[in-house]
């Protein structure tokens, strides 16, 4: 099965939709637990997911619709990364494939949430990043990149730590200019003036920062009540990142120069998102869809390296297995 990811026939998205529609079967049988994204004040989400309730009359399968959508988009924009910065000997739809997996860890992220809204921010801003490496001058990019970074936070506060990607991925593709620098701050600042005018306009900006940081309950790191599939769930993704880290370097041996300095990059992605979940005040499972994009291209690169083909298969066959069990088994008391 997987061996069909690994050629470049555009007919292989269909398999991405199959996917999506199988790791949400179990809405079928179970009622989709929405009412997190509506304790989410920041702007850009209270915009939103105010706008789609009152339109929507069942937001239940609304948002199953559009995160379906989105995270099928967000295969595709992986793929076109991986494909166009040739970091699979290569080009072909796997890290699409693995990315749909890892973003089905949670039934949070088999929704759409301001966590995974953010999360396409991060990979058109990480698209940039990588594109940096083969452009002279590109101030129009580098302003992409923090003023993406900024829409990101505005989506899901968490991921204003986000602008330290942003500088230290620059850093890491291109020698310091102290203009492209100052372009990234312009642009992640940029979102904020619109934001803050809005405030400025309707007399409440003294509740903008409260918005923006999604500040509503006395306390930090609240909420935090995790059923035993979860806990399964968060062990078992700790765990492929860390195998991921460790088996890298093989993959990376014949790899290009420029590959080893994205991997360099997408390795800080795994950090800060780790670190952001200390920036909200309740916790939610729906914040570990970030991890999905590096693990997805780490993963494939790690699959595409194995030279027996058989392991790879195996490995698929039991993401996805798990990914099935934790959703149906607890139906059943099992777990």
Not at 143 to 164: E, H, Q, R, T
Not at 205 to 226: K, P, Q, R, V, Y
Not at 279 to 299: E, G, K, T, W
Request: charged share 10%; glycine share 4%; proline share 4%.
């Amino acid at each position: 099965m997987l061996s069909f990811f690994k050629s470049n026939n555009p007919s292989i998205v269909t398999f991405y939709i199959i996917y999506l529609v199988l790791f949400r079967l179990i809405f079928f049988f179970t009622i989709p637990q929405t009412d997190f994204v509506f304790q989410h004040h920041e702007p850009l989400s209270n915009l939103l997911f105010g706008f789609l309730k009152i339109k929507s009359l069942n937001f239940g399968i609304m948002s199953l619709s559009l995160g379906a959508v989105l995270c099928f988009m967000q295969a595709l924009f992986i793929n076109n990364i991986v494909n166009e910065n040739k970091m699979l000997p290569k080009k072909n739809y796997l890290a699409g494939a693995v990315f749909i997996i890892f973003a089905s860890f949670f039934k949070e992220g088999l929704l759409l949430s301001p966590a995974s809204l953010a999360l396409t921010f991060l990979i058109l801003c990480s698209a940039r990043i990588f594109a940096l490496i083969r452009k002279e001058k590109s101030y129009g990019d580098i302003f992409d990149i923090g003023f993406l970074a900024a829409v990101a936070a505005l989506f899901y506060f968490p991921c204003i730590i986000f602008v330290l990607f942003a500088y230290i991925g620059i850093a890491t593709v291109r020698p310091f200019k102290l203009r492209e620098w100052l372009g990234v701050l312009t642009g992640f600042l940029a979102p904020f003036l619109l934001v803050f005018t809005y405030y400025f306009w309707n007399d409440r900006t003294s509740e903008m920062f409260l918005s923006i940081a999604n500040i509503h309950a006395e306390g930090w790191l609240l909420g935090i009540d995790l059923s035993a599939p979860d806990k399964i769930v968060i062990v078992t993704l700790a765990a492929c990142t860390a195998a991921s880290l460790v088996l890298l370097p093989s993959a990376l041996y014949s790899s290009l120069i420029q590959v080893r300095k994205f991997s360099n990059t997408l390795i800080l992605f795994i950090v800060l998102s780790a670190v952001a979940m200390l920036l909200q005040q309740s916790i939610r499972l729906s914040h570990f869809v970030l991890f999905s994009l590096p693990l997805a291209i780490f993963v494939a690169m790690i699959l595409m390296h194995i030279k027996r083909n058989w392991i790879p298969e195996v490995i698929h066959l039991i993401l996805i297995l798990f990914v099935l069990s934790m959703q149906f088994l607890p139906l059943f008391n099992i777990i």
